[in-house]
Each structure stands twice: as C-alpha cells, then as structure tokens.
C-alpha cells in the first residue's frame, strides 16, 4: 500500500543506496596489485562506513525506541543488525588490510564481501521502510514526525551534514531535490545555502544546473 506521510527513512535510504552503489562500484574497477588505488579504495571506504555507523546511530537514537512501543520485536531485530553491521564494517576493513594472500585475489574476495554487506544492508533498510516507518506512523503524529526529523538534522555536525549532501543531491527526484534547497534557501543560513549549491554543481550533470541557478537568483 502507498503511504503518503513523511517517511524518516525514504531520502536517507536513497543517498545510502546510492553511496554503496558507488563504492561496491569502485571496488570492482580497482586494480589491487596497485597500492595508490588501494589506498584510494581505502579511504572512500572509510568515508563511506563512517557514514553508516553515523546514520545506524541516529536511528538507534531517535526511531528505534519510538518502533520499540509498538513493535518490539521488528525495534529489537533492527538494533541487533546495526551490531552486526558494524562487526561486518570492521571485518571488511580488516580484509581489505589484510596481506595473507595476493593483492588481485584478496581484493576479488573484498569485491564479493562487500557485495553481499550491501545486500544485507539493503534488505535491512526495506524492512525499516515496510516494518519501522509503519510503527512510527501508528505511534505519532505528522509534527511530531516533522520533530524527530528537525532532532535528527539538528545532531549532525555540519562537516558530516556536507558529506551526507554529496550524496542526497544525485540520489533524489529533481523534484524532492528542488523542494529540498529551496527550504535550506528560506531558513539556512545564507552561507551554508551557498556551499550547498557549489556542491550540487559539482556532484550534478550540467542539465540540472540551470535549475540550481534559478534557487541561487
């Protein structure tokens, strides 16, 4: 059934789709018998699992207990795979160090380990969307929604704020991302409105800047 109420889980869950799409990506194209690339590899992966870790903690925070009061179990299972995810993280990264065996053969292994990570992660943020939002829904109101969201916002730091933008801004409808800026444009700060917007030009195809300029007028 479609649900037409703010969902907390809808637009964060396209930049991750979007965010281990792109690394799983950059995985497979790199060439692990060269150590820059690796190390290049190794840090976008960092990036990227610092993101995730920050985001499982956020929905620890702010939407697992509200899901707790209505549906125990699904809250309980949640939190219980953001621990397994950050195991999973730490072993990816342990793999991608690791010198046991050749360079091309240990990164084969990290490609397929971290396809599957993304599957699993993928799997998880569906159940939050189809098990989590609907005991939210059930358990408040449209402004209190509106508030856990505004709690959320508020608790990143605006260097991580700019990390999540570079991928909010390709991962979502030109609508959604028009609606987007144009709330950061009436109640953003002016300098924080315009360091986004050099960001979208930088992460969006030359068709959408033209709307990107028309927001900046």
Same mark, same amino acid.
């Given at each position: ?86 195991l999973r993280m730490h072993g990816l990264l342990e793999l991608l160090d690791a010198g046991e065996t050749s360079p091309a053969g240990r ?11 993304? +599957?699993? /992660?993928? @799997?998880?943020?569906? %159940? =939050?969307?189809?098990?989590? $939002?609907?005991?939210?829904?059930? &358990? #408040? ?9 505004? +709690?959320? /916002?508020? @608790?990143?730091?605006? %260097? =991580?704020?700019?990390?999540? $933008?570079?991928?909010?801004?390709? &991962? #979502? ?30 992460? #969006? ?6 709307a990107l300029e028309r927001l900046a007028a």
């Amino acid at each position: 059934m479609t649900h037409h109420r703010r969902s907390l889980y809808r637009d964060i869950h396209k930049a991750v789709r979007l965010m281990l799409h792109t690394l799983v990506g950059r995985a497979s194209r790199t060439d692990f018998d060269d150590p820059s690339e690796v190390a290049a590899l190794r840090a976008d992966t960092l990036r990227t699992f610092g993101l995730l870790e920050s985001h499982a903690e956020h929905e620890n925070t702010h939407m697992n207990p509200i899901v707790a009061r209505v549906a125990p179990e699904v809250a309980q299972r949640l939190d219980d795979e953001h621990d397994e995810q950050t195991l999973r993280m730490h072993g990816l990264l342990e793999l991608l160090d690791a010198g046991e065996t050749s360079p091309a053969g240990r990164g084969h292994v990290f490609v397929v380990s971290l396809s599957r990570f993304f +599957a699993e /992660v993928e @799997s998880h943020m569906a %159940d =939050e969307e189809e098990l989590a $939002m609907p005991a939210i829904w059930s &358990a #408040l109101d449209d402004d209190a929604i509106l508030a856990v969201e505004h +709690a959320i /916002v508020a @608790s990143i730091p605006p %260097d =991580e704020r700019m990390q999540w $933008m570079r991928w909010f801004l390709p &991962a #979502l409808p030109a609508r959604d991302r028009e609606a987007m800026l144009t709330g950061m444009k009436q109640g953003a700060p002016p300098e924080a409105f315009a360091a986004t917007l050099a960001l979208a030009r930088e992460v #969006l195809p030359a068709s959408e800047h033209p709307a990107l300029e028309r927001l900046a007028a």
